[in-house]
């Protein structure tokens, strides 16, 4: 069984985001970028399926601007066999909405046959929380969101989902998709060797046009604002006082 | 947080180091070189960063002749070792990487930022087993090498003795021929670091001793391999007598070693006999300059801290703010915090740079370039000790950006100071590296390191064309010089009176070195400008190198004028008169 996880190029999580001075979004010129972390996590898993003998091959996909390549490299040196980039923008500003990398990447599925799809459950820079659904809607394949336990039993996959009440357990048809959750697993460091062992790795590269794709935005965004600033806080002398206050405003 | 400015690295290894033409044609491309960094970087915050607090506050225990290290250090050092970060030290044959030294100490920058204690047992096994690379037999690289790039085994430097220190020509452990080729070794050892620890399975000691027979003094020094276990698993007669309790660095722990209480510690000879102390200054050059590193690294650590601080921490208002009811300004806002500010960054970022430089060296010197290895002999006291010296500084102007938080244990900036505190001692102090620069690298060759110097100066000072810094450095330029022409005269004449004012030479050659690394930083971030337009962190660079140069390189003035005046004040200062 082949393994497919897209994985995507996000601001790093410990930027402090700066929003562009016209508020038409946040601010990437020459700011860390990594993979997202919820990605990392869905290649951690697909490793660890082919370590366990239920992958044969664990390919990475990144769908963006070229730079992704670096992101598609990380994924090879934590253990991906081969990686593909679709270059589908040169302006690291834009991006792809969740549709466009659906159709995409429902695109590639049909070239490289995968058993299973391991995507993140959202992006950390826009949080949509979309693409694996829409990709499953594409394909006609089950789907089993935000897991946080996965297994690969033949023809079906049993899944621990996280969900509002506590767990749910569910048993998928395969092929079928699974956007991840941030316990599922530990995702591993890149070891040296491996880092200089994924230069060597296939990594192919194609375009947004190749797969007929109008990656063009539907959506716009009307406007980026910094968050609030947090008010000042206060020192309390007792955990009566505690309480008090938050009686006073309201919270208890 | 990090304890380390990410982009400042870059921008340092990127464009003013220019990693780029030197990994042209190797196996290393730029994603290569940043997937290792961020790997570094997430072991870093993730196992060395939190443990910083922690590993001070509980030394290492002495307990039934062993050391005790807090169980989460051991977590982080082998999280280390896994990754690779020992190996990327050692050449590829045995289990090593190959990975050019300015990777290597770039890495090694982003460890002891973030605690430079659990750094020092990767880069100590580094130090020991390249002189096993170096100079020993292809048996005994492949009983050690491999476990040691693999973190199996973990290595130390066993030179000082409790009589023996900046004199290792006193050292008195002894090595007799047991006849099978190996040695029997007896003696003490003094302050080592890592002497003793339960993360490894086993220790690989290079201890100096004298075989019996041999000529006196540095030259009847031989250097021998001695595991704390042999081949066999078998305790190799290598006790702790105690642990030292230091003012810093408490993660490492430091040992007092007994070599053949009971007359069955074996040895085995590395090289030839009698050579040494020639294979240990062979490798001096990457350990003192990784010891500048790590005091840029504790340098830096501290801005960051002290950095944070001052723009979160409100107190008092603008000078002429006449309102008291108005809010309060973020430190950061006074001019004077700015300047211990300033002082931190014009101190830390050139220390960085010619950390990098220097490894740069190292790099080309390997690929048979013997000007670089010139120049790095004529660097190496300098990369040691002037981020000794003044990211020392640097870290007490941290203390101070936070006053007194500054001076409790609830935040870092204290521990920074007193981690820093060691570099000026360790491998060669302050003092002997003054008289290193002066009495030796100056003199060498009639002089052509120093010369050879002074031309990559010039050179980069031509290329500025006439900015302010580099006149300004020109004039600095000038003034040592005809100060070295004369101190070199006075130490020909009589050295112990012309090198009574080494440390204030090599100070001033520091400063004048440092003003360089500034030219360099200023031109690399007026070409980055240029290409990718201007910046805030671009222009940080310039405002610093401006403080550097107006504060620091005027300095280079005064002390020459001692240094011409010929100040003998120490020198005549008469032991009874104190
Ligand atoms: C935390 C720590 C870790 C260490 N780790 C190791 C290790 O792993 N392995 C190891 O072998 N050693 C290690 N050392 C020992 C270190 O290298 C020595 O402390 C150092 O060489 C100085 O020797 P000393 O302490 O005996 O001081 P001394 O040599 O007694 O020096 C005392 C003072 O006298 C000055 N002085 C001495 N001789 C001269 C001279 N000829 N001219 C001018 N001034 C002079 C020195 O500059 C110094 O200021 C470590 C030390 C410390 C504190
Ligand atoms: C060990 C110890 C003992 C002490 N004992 C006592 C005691 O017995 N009684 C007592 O009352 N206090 C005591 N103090 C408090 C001490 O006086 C304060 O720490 C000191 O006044 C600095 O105040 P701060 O720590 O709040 O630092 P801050 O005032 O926050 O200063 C932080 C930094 O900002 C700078 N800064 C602040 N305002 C300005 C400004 N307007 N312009 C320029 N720079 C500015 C400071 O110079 C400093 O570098 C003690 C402190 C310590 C550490």
């Known amino acids: 069984m082949k393994v497919l996880v897209p994985v995507k190029r996000v601001i790093d999580y410990n930027v402090k985001v700066r929003v562009k001075a016209d508020g038409s979004g946040v601010d990437l010129a020459n700011v860390k970028m990594s993979m997202n972390p919820f990605d990392e996590i869905a290649i951690e898993e697909a490793i660890r399926l082919k370590e366990a003998g239920k992958a044969e091959e664990v390919i990475a996909v990144s769908i963006g601007v070229k730079q992704a390549q670096e992101t598609l490299r990380t994924a090879l040196a934590m253990g991906a066999d081969r990686a593909i980039l679709v270059v589908a923008s040169d302006d690291v500003h834009q991006d792809i909405e969740p549709l466009a990398v659906a159709k995409i ?5 049909k070239e490289e046959q995968p058993g299973l799809v391991l995507c993140g459950k959202q992006a950390i820079d826009n949080d949509m929380n979309a693409t694996g659904q829409m990709l499953s809607a594409l394909l006609g394949w089950s789907q089993a969101t935000f897991a946080s336990e996965v297994g690969v039993e033949g023809d079906h996959a049993v899944v621990t989902r996280e969900v509002d009440g506590g767990l749910q357990t569910i048993k998928v048809k395969m092929p079928t998709i699974i956007s991840v959750d941030l316990r599922l697993n530990e995702p591993r460091y890149a070891s040296l060797p491996n880092i200089m062992k994924a230069k060597k790795k296939p990594l192919d590269e194609k375009t947004a046009a190749d797969y007929g794709v109008d990656v063009t935005p539907r959506l716009s965004v009307v406007k980026t604002t910094e968050p609030a600033a947090r008010a000042a806080g206060i020192k309390v002398g007792s955990v009566d006082e505690l309480v008090s206050k938050l009686k006073e405003a309201g919270l208890v | 947080m990090r304890a380390y400015d990410r982009d400042d690295l870059m921008f340092q290894l990127w464009e003013v180091a220019e990693l780029a033409s030197l990994i042209e044609d190797s196996d290393l491309d730029r994603a290569a070189v940043m997937g290792i960094l961020d790997t570094a970087d997430q072991i870093a915050g993730d196992h060395f960063l939190p443990l ?6 509980e030394e290492p225990r002495f307990e039934n002749g062993r050391a005790i290290i807090p169980e989460p250090a051991v977590a982080a050092i082998r999280a280390h070792a896994a990754a690779g970060f020992i190996a990327s030290g050692f050449e590829p044959a045995h289990g090593g990487m190959g990975l050019p030294e300015i990777v290597h100490q770039a890495a090694a920058y982003v460890f002891s930022a973030s605690n430079i204690s659990l750094a020092g047992y990767g880069l100590l096994t580094v130090g020991a087993g390249r002189l096993i690379q170096s100079f020993g037999t292809e048996a005994q690289k492949r009983r050690y090498l491999e476990p040691m ?12 003795e409790p009589q023996a220190g900046s004199s290792l020509s006193d050292i008195t452990t002894r090595a007799e021929p047991v006849g099978d080729g190996t040695y029997r070794i007896t003696g003490r050892k003094m302050w080592i670091s890592g002497g003793e620890q339960e993360v490894t399975d086993n220790i690989v000691h290079m201890v100096l001793a004298k075989i019996p027979g041999g000529p006196p003094g540095v030259k009847g020094i031989s250097l021998f391999i001695v595991p704390k276990r042999r081949a066999d698993g078998a305790p190799n007669d290598v006790t702790l007598a105690g642990l030292n309790h230091k003012m810093g660095y408490r993660g490492t722990t430091n040992c007092a070693l007994n070599f053949g209480e009971a007359g069955t510690c074996i040895g085995e000879l590395l090289g030839e006999p009698h050579k040494g102390l020639s294979y240990m200054f062979q490798m001096m050059n990457e350990a003192r300059i990784g010891v500048g590193m790590g005091a840029t690294a504790l340098g830096q650590a501290g801005y960051q801290a002290s950095l944070a601080y001052a723009r979160e921490r409100p107190q008092g208002r603008a000078v002429g703010a006449k309102d008291p009811t ?6 950061i806002a006074h001019s004077d915090v700015r300047r211990l500010l300033l ?3 014009a101190a830390v970022e050139p220390a960085l740079a010619l950390s990098l430089y220097c490894a740069r060296l190292v790099d080309l010197h390997a690929r048979g370039d013997a000007g670089a290895g010139q120049l790095l002999d004529m660097l190496t006291p300098i990369a040691k000790s002037w981020p000794s010296e003044f990211c020392l500084e640097a870290n007490k102007h941290a203390i101070q950006v936070l006053g007194g938080a500054g001076y409790t244990r609830d935040y870092p900036v204290e521990r920074y100071y007193r981690d820093n505190r060691l570099n000026h001692i360790h491998e060669g102090t302050h003092g002997i590296q003054g008289m290193d620069l002066l009495g030796r690298k100056v003199m060498i060759d009639g002089g052509a390191g120093f010369r050879a110097l002074m031309a990559v100066i010039r050179a980069d000072i031509a290329a500025a064309q006439g900015s302010d810094l580099a006149a300004r450095l020109a004039a600095a330029l000038d003034r040592v010089e005809a100060v070295t022409a004369q101190l070199a005269a006075g130490v020909m004449r009589d050295p112990d009176r012309g090198l009574a004012n080494a440390t204030l030479y090599l100070d001033a050659m520091g ?6 690394m500034w030219l360099r930083l200023t031109r690399a971030a007026t070409r980055v400008a240029a290409r990718d337009g201007d910046s805030a962190f671009l222009r940080g660079k310039h405002q610093a190198a401006r403080y550097f140069v107006a504060r620091e390189v005027s300095r280079v003035d005064g002390w020459c004028d001692v240094l011409a005046a010929n100040d003998q004040s120490a020198f005549d200062m008469e032991t009874e008169w104190f």
């Open chain 1, 105 to 109: 990447l429902a695109a590639v599925v």
């Open chain 2, 52 to 57: 910083g607090r922690l590993l001070d506050e």
């Open chain 2, 149 to 160: 790039a693999e973190g199996r085994f973990f290595g130390t430097m066993c030179l000082s």
């Open chain 2, 326 to 331: 108005t809010p309060q300004v973020p430190i």
């Open chain 2, 343 to 345: 002082a931190q960054k």
């Open chain 2, 511 to 516: 400063h004048v070195v440092m003003g360089w």
